[in-house]
């Protein structure tokens, strides 16, 4: 008789997705498509706020009120087109885990969280030092700020989004479908070493 005891760790999550890959594959290409939708929204709202009048194109004409109502208007607007779409999605990837197993819902994916400091000060550097390089490749190095439109730098934040996915992201897609395909093509530990209980 073999002892049958939730995988923890790194077996856990590795025999879970083996048995759950489609699904897993369906939320991740849901989160993405919630990511895009989420910057089309943005570009849309940005786009739309100007042409009726809401906000003024120039930033140093800008009023309190005016972003209240840029950002009020911007969550409606996100919540109602992507927030719902999302929530619903989150409701229903519940409803198929609350169906699992006993045994499945025990598994631990992760082991210990390690506090990590400074790391969102790191990310805000980089992307203050990007934002620095975009100005000046587009000459506006020595513009007043306050002449900045919206859409330069909207259309800034995306730019730098597009340069960090290429520069990071694409690696790390390719890295992460390699290691997980190479972990897949491991035998769990428990497959090799089960304990075995005499009657």
Known sequence: MAENKPEKGHNGWKSFL?????????????AVLALVGSILVFLWFVGDAQSTGMVPTTLGLWTMDNMV???????????????????????????????????EKEYHFFGKRSRTTGGSSGISVLFFIAFGIKVFIDGKWDVAVAN???????????????????????PAVIGVIWWITHEMKKKPANESNQTTIPP
Request: proline share 1%.
């Open 18 to 30: 083996k048995k759950h890959w489609k699904i897993t594959a369906v939320f991740v290409v849901g």
């Open 148 to 170: 900045w439109t919206l859409d330069y730098v909207v259309s800034s934040i995306i730019t730098i989004l597009i340069w960090a996915a290429i520069i990071f992201g694409i």
């Open 69 to 103: 109502a840029f950002t009020l208007h911007l969550i409606f607007w996100e919540l109602l087109l992507i927030g719902i779409p999302a929530g619903i999605a989150a409701v229903v990837g519940w409803q198929w885990w609350k169906r699992l197993s006993d045994e």
